[in-house]
Antibody, heavy 125, light 109 residues
C-alpha cells in the first residue's frame, strides 16, 4: 500500500524559499501517476500547487507558477517542492498526494487517492 | 481557468439524506472526485469517477453528475460524517491544471 510522507523545515523566513520533500513508500514513483502538492492555509480550503510525472513533466497553478518548482528524484523515490519569495500568505499545511487521470466512455476523471499526513509550514521572521 | 463552486455550509438531521453540490464548466468533461476532511486530518477520497468508492468508504456515500453539476449524496448521515467536503477535477479549458471547490462544511444535527 502506497504511503506518502512530507518532510522539511516548519519555519521559513519571509522572502526565503520553502523546500519540502515527499517520500513515496510501498510503491514506485515511476508508476503511471501524477504526484501533486496541495496546501491549506489556516481555516481555509484546499489549493492545488502543482504536479509532476516521473518523466519530469510538470503542471503548475497559474497563480503560483512564477514561484514554484517541483522536481522528482527517481533514485530516492521522492519528489520535492520549492516555493520562492515566501510571505505570510504562504503559511499553510502542505500535503503531497498521488493523482490519477484517465478517460472513461464519455467523461474523463481525475482523483487523488493517497495523501500524506501534511506538514505545517509557517512563514515568519 | 475553470472554477468549482460549492455551498459553504450544509446541515442534515441525523439519519437523513443530504446532497452536497459542486458546479463548474470542467464538470461537463470530468467526473468530480470528492474528499472528506475532518479537523486536523488530511483529506480522504470518498467518491471518484462515475460513482466509485475506495475501499473502506461506507456505501451511504454516492456520487452523481448532470451537466455542469456534480453531487455527493450521503444517505442516512451519521455523526461521524460531520466534516468538510471538497470536490475536485482537472480544468477542462485546455489547461491541465487541477482545481478544487471551496469546500462545504457539513453539520449533522
Amino acid at each position: 500500500q502506497v504511503q506518502l510522507q512530507e518532510s522539511g523545515p516548519g519555519l521559513v523566513k519571509p522572502s526565503g524559499t520553502l523546500s519540502l520533500t515527499c517520500a513515496v513508500s510501498g510503491g514506485s514513483i515511476s508508476s503511471s501517476n501524477w504526484w501533486s502538492w496541495v496546501r491549506q492555509p489556516p481555516g481555509k480550503g484546499l489549493e492545488w500547487i502543482g504536479e509532476i510525472y516521473h518523466s519530469g513533466s510538470t503542471n503548475y497553478n497559474p497563480s503560483l507558477k512564477s514561484r514554484v518548482t517541483i522536481s522528482v528524484d527517481k533514485s530516492k523515490n521522492q519528489f520535492s517542492l520549492k516555493l520562492s519569495s515566501v510571505t505570510a500568505a504562504d503559511t499553510a499545511v502542505y500535503y503531497c498526494a498521488r493523482g490519477h487521470t484517465a478517460a472513461g466512455t464519455h467523461y474523463y476523471y481525475y482523483y487523488m487517492d493517497v495523501w500524506g499526513k501534511g506538514t505545517t509550514v509557517t512563514v515568519s521572521s | 481557468s475553470s472554477e468549482l463552486t460549492q455551498d459553504p455550509a450544509v446541515s442534515v438531521a441525523l439519519g437523513q439524506t443530504v446532497r452536497i453540490t459542486c458546479q463548474g464548466d470542467s464538470l461537463r468533461s470530468y467526473y468530480a472526485s470528492w474528499y472528506q476532511q475532518k479537523p486536523g486530518q488530511a483529506p480522504v477520497l470518498v467518491i471518484y469517477g462515475k460513482n466509485n468508492r475506495p475501499s473502506g468508504i461506507p456505501d451511504r456515500f454516492s456520487g452523481s453528475s448532470s451537466g455542469n453539476t456534480a453531487s455527493l449524496t450521503i444517505t442516512g448521515a451519521q455523526a461521524e460524517d460531520e466534516a468538510d467536503y471538497y470536490c475536485n477535477s482537472r480544468d477542462s479549458s485546455g489547461n491541465p491544471h487541477v482545481v478544487f471547490g471551496g469546500g462545504t462544511k457539513l453539520t449533522v444535527l
